[in-house]
């Protein structure tokens, strides 16, 4: 039986060729081999993987935030940093921001939201997708999309140091304390610094937004979260991609133009396109 990222990629090849009428092959290098992959596109088509209503607004927007640099592997359909675009960029700045909050289970409203941000320049890493509220909270996303894993991190003096300087003293009596030694920290790394970052503000929210099928994901997760405090807990949320996109697709409030993008993101990223 094929793994999930095969089964996505197969469906990407085939996006490809059906929806945006590209035959050739993408390379990806492998071991330093030259790998044709049919769900990658070639370099100099990158920006056929944002969506056709947003392509423009998106390409302003990224030349307007210089900060935000594309990742190597912008043009790979399975990229979850065009994903996070093809899906944020549109409702947050189109118009649609109470539908896509409505289907992420997120009330509220967005006064200001930031792709790739860094919560703390001090501890350094990013977010995928950030976004605050009209009271000042921040909800923070974690997108995955075809990942066998979450991160981990290497056992060494800086990421220790990191532990012990930022890690440890807000998760401290809000986890089980086996998860804050060096062996589990590290293994859950980039589950545990997304949680850190709800420990550290009293009104923000986490959610972790996974596809359905990529069980390799949410087991992971789910064992670490039996393990938080309830009260940070019940600041996260993992949802699949999929229930976001079918909400958006039949939600009837949506304008023209935001329903289209609701169906297309549904073609491209759904390999089940309808409720069951």
């Known amino acids: 039986m094929p793994t999930f990222a095969q089964s996505f990629h197969s469906h990407l090849g085939q996006y490809k060729a059906r929806c945006l009428g590209v035959s050739e092959a993408g390379i990806f290098l492998y071991h330093g081999k030259s790998v044709p992959r049919a769900h990658i596109l070639?370099?100099?088509?990158?920006?056929?993987?944002?969506?056709?209503?947003?392509?423009?607004?998106?390409?302003?927007?990224?030349?307007?935030?210089?900060?935000?640099?594309?990742?190597?592997?912008?043009?790979?359909?399975?990229?979850?940093?065009?994903?996070?675009?093809?899906?944020?960029?549109?409702?947050?700045?189109?118009?649609?921001?109470?539908?896509?909050?409505?289907?992420?289970?997120?009330?509220?409203?967005?006064?200001?939201?930031?792709?790739?941000?860094?919560?703390?320049?001090?501890?350094?890493?990013?977010?995928?997708?950030?976004?605050?509220?009209?009271?000042?909270?921040w909800t923070y996303c974690e997108v995955k999309l075809t990942e066998a894993e979450f991160g981990t991190a290497t056992d060494d003096g800086r990421h220790r140091e990191k532990l012990s300087k930022f890690y440890r003293p807000n998760l401290e009596g809000h986890c089980d304390p086996l998860l804050l030694e060096p062996e589990e920290f590290f293994c859950n790394y980039q589950i545990l610094r997304n949680i850190w970052l709800v420990a550290r503000q009293p009104d923000a929210s986490l959610v972790f937004l996974l596809p359905k099928g990529n069980t390799a994901l949410w087991g992971p997760l789910r064992a670490v979260l039996v393990r938080v405090n309830p009260k940070i807990s019940a600041r996260v949320r993992a949802i699949s991609i999929e229930d976001v996109l079918l909400a958006l697709k039949t939600d009837s409030t949506l304008p023209p133009l935001l329903k289209t993008q609701a169906e297309l993101l549904v073609e491209k990223y759904c390999l089940v396109q309808s409720v069951a």
């Open 42 to 137: 070639p370099n100099e088509m990158q920006w056929l993987n944002i969506l056709e209503p947003c392509r423009t607004g998106v390409q302003e927007y990224l030349a307007a935030n210089p900060a935000i640099k594309l990742h190597k592997y912008f043009h790979h359909l399975n990229s979850s940093q065009a994903f996070a675009l093809n899906l944020f960029y549109p409702f947050f700045e189109m118009g649609g921001a109470a539908q896509l909050l409505n289907a992420l289970r997120t009330p509220g409203t967005v006064v200001h939201w930031q792709p790739e941000l860094v919560p703390s320049f001090e501890e350094g890493t990013n977010v995928d997708v950030a976004w605050k509220g009209s009271g000042g909270a």
